[in-house]
Structures are given as C-alpha cells and as structure tokens.
C-alpha cells in the first residue's frame, strides 16, 4: 500500500480533472477485474462479477474519491501576479506560503498580502507569484480557468505513519485496490463495483451520479476522517492508530446502525482492530450513495487523519489496512 500511495499522491486530481489520476488507478484496477469504465462525470468504474448464479447476486458499491482540493486562476493582475479561488475547503492559513504547480507544469507560491494576519487568510487576500515580470509574461504560462493545487508529497513516519498530501482521499483509493487484490483469487458471491468518485470535495457528485447508475443494493464509502488525539482537537473518540472507524454519523447522514453493527461484530469475529466514528463536521460519498433512487443502505469505513485539508496530512496505514480486511471479511460472510 506504501508504494500505490507514492505513486497517487504524485499525480494531480483536482475536482472536475481528474483524469491523470483515473487513469493511473483504470491501469492498475484493469487486471483486477472484469470490467473498467468511466461514466459521464468521470468517474471511474471496476466491476467484479460475483460467483452466485443470474438473479441471486447482489449489488455492491465500494466508493472513493479520486479528486483533491485545489485552486482555479480568476485573473492575471498587470504585475504578473495571479489570482486564484478554491476549488473545495481549502484552509489558507495552512495553505500560504507553500508551492503550487499547475496542470501544464508551471510551479509558483500562495502568497499572503503583506500584513494579513493569520485568521484573516482567505481567497480574496493571496495570489500566486510564478515569478513572471508582468502580466504579458506571466499569461505565457497561466491563463484564466487553468487549476493548480499544493504540491504532493509523501513521507515516512514511525511505524507504519505516513504524512503528506493529498492522502484524503488517495488513502481511499489505496484501500480498494487493495480490496481488489484480496478478491483476485478468492472472488466473493455478489458482483463488486469499485467506484474512484469524482468531485466529492465539490459536493459528492461523482458517487451520486454513479449510484444512480449501478443501483447498488448495498454501499460503503471509504474516506478520512477527523481525530481527536492532536494537540488542541476537539472531544472525538477517533485517534490515529486506533484501527478502521465505522461511521455512525457525521454532517451530511446517519448511516444504517444495522449495518454499522455488523461491520464490527464481524471485525470482532476476525480480530481486526477498530472504532466507533461520529464525525461533527463534514461529509463523504455515503450521504450522496444513501439518497440515490428510493434510498440504498450504506456505511462507511473511515482512515483517521491528523491535520486533514492542510499542506501534511498524516495516517497511520494499518487503520486502512483494517478498513481492507474488514471489508473483505464482510463480503466473504
């Protein structure tokens, strides 16, 4: 899972161009499966059939999004300087003063107006320096709608810790290419759709669009989710390390308790660590996968995550190791 995360956090997903990405993801989930396919807001497709006979196979949706947040250039100032808005929650404070690169390879700062304090960073007071003289070189480089985003990184931590970003929501993405793996060769009864969703940080749209088109009749999104174990957190039982979270709520659902409980007496059963998730605030997929047709029973298996929507994001990879294994001991019961 290391080495799928380097390279995921390498390649730039914004929301609505996360094509780079899918492809990456459509080359390695290709062999996995029986059938890979983007829908029409791009999301990415993989099917894996089920060994149960026509008509007693159910429908399993396993979603993760692909996209991150980033930035849209809104103008080019005569200085050359450029001016951009967020593409998703985009936290400036931790943002500024670190590199950006764009899609055509172009690499600048996000820069903070001279004499902003901290807690009043926002859209309307950073720009991007690429080092152009003037407006008419700098337009050479970038022009309006082009989207650039905090530069990836990944690094390793004690044991099996790791921080960069955009680990929300690659870390995701890993989780299901590892399920994928574990089904190779032990193929469960239902067909499995693995779906790397679009444009969540934008509003959940790829998953609502692609439940809309599968029609699951079970779902589980795999995200990140907040912790309270850094320093100054809020009261949340979730910490780094403390295995896969199974949600019960957060800000956009509630998801189905029958489910929930399930999940963990069935890590129970395997010995696969895990923890209860209440996020405050926030939303996944799951909420965009519950409300699709007359409604789809879901959960949710989240990777608890330090610092999430800053330029360093850390997790620990045995929580989405557990969120792996538990899935896959779910789909064989």
């Not at 995921?8 to 390695?28: C, N, Q, Y």
């Not at 022009?143 to 690094?155: P, S």
């Not at 395997?270 to 699709?292: P, R």
Request: hydrophobic fraction near 45%; charged fraction near 25%; include cysteine.
């Amino acid at each position: 899972m290391l080495n799928l995360m380097k390279t995921l956090v390498s390649v730039r997903s914004i929301s609505g161009f996360e094509k780079a990405v899918s492809d990456k993801l459509m080359m390695t989930m290709a062999p996995l499966c029986d059938k890979v396919y983007n829908d029409a807001l791009g999301s990415l497709i993989c099917v894996k059939n089920g060994t149960a006979p026509d008509g007693e196979r159910k429908k399993i949706m396993l979603v993760a999004h692909m996209d991150e947040i980033g930035f849209m250039v809104t103008m080019v100032e005569d200085n050359g300087f450029i001016r951009v808005q967020p593409i998703g929650g985009i936290n400036f404070t931790a943002a500024a003063y670190t590199a950006v690169t764009f899609g055509n390879g172009t690499r600048g700062i996000l820069i903070p107006e001279l004499g902003t304090a901290p807690n009043d960073i926002n859209a309307s007071k950073v720009y991007i320096d690429i080092g152009a003289k003037d407006k008419k070189e700098a337009e050479k480089k970038v022009k309006i709608g082009d989207q650039c985003a905090l530069d990836g990184q990944l690094i390793r931590l004690c044991g099996k810790k790791i921080a960069g970003r955009p680990l929300d929501d690659r870390i995701g993405c890993a989780v299901l290419v590892d399920i994928a793996e574990k089904l190779k060769d032990t193929p469960c009864k239902d067909d499995v759709y693995f779906v790397f969703s679009t444009q969540e940080e934008v509003g959940m749209r790829g998953a609502r669009t692609a439940a809309f088109g599968i029609m699951p009749d079970l779902g589980i999104a795999y995200d990140v989710t907040g912790t309270g174990d850094a320093l100054g957190a809020g009261p949340m039982v979730c910490s780094v390390g403390g295995g896969a979270a199974i949600k019960l709520k957060d800000s956009s659902l509630i998801c189905d308790r029958d489910f929930a409980d399930e999940l963990a007496q069935i890590a129970k059963a395997n010995d696969i660590k895990y923890q209860f998730e209440i996020l405050l605030a926030g939303g996944t997929d799951t909420a965009a996968m519950q409300m699709t047709g007359a409604g789809i029973k879901v959960a949710a298996l989240s990777i608890p995550t330090r610092y999430i929507h800053s330029g360093t994001e850390l997790l620990d990879l045995a929580d989405a190791e557990a969120c792996a294994d538990l899935t896959v001991a779910w789909l064989n019961k």
